[in-house]
Nanobody, 117 residues
């Protein structure tokens, strides 16, 4: 029912930038939280950033603060993750997800690979 499709991943040199996009469809949450998560091989999936309804509030994990910016375009049902000053430690499969704004389970996209070298 709920579909999220990520794009924009790729390979980039350390210090470079990428912008990930996530197009969401099939959801019926009146207010919602869109999130970006990532998982590196052998590591647990971790939260990267959240953005709430209409972009009223955001959350970033400490390791990406000042380097990544999450945004959303509700007219396009799209979330973005602008990633600057990328480091090798940012290499991971990045997932987009959506849930009710302050609770509930996440629905997940398929992931897009980011490789920093």
């Amino acid at each position: 029912h709920v579909q999220l499709v990520e794009s924009g991943g790729g390979s980039v040199q350390a210090g470079g930038s990428l912008r990930l996009s996530c197009v969401a469809s099939g959801y019926n949450y009146d207010r919602n939280c869109l999130g970006w998560f990532r998982q590196a091989p052998g590591k647990e999936r971790e939260v990267v950033a959240h953005i709430y309804t209409r972009g009223d509030d955001t959350f970033y994990t400490d390791s990406v603060k000042g380097r990544f910016i999450i945004s959303r375009d509700d007219a396009m049902n799209t979330a973005y993750l602008q990633m600057d000053s990328l480091k090798s430690e940012d290499t991971a499969l990045y997932y987009c997800a959506i849930r009710e704004e302050y609770g509930g389970s996440w629905d997940w996209g398929q992931g897009t690979q980011v490789t920093v070298s």
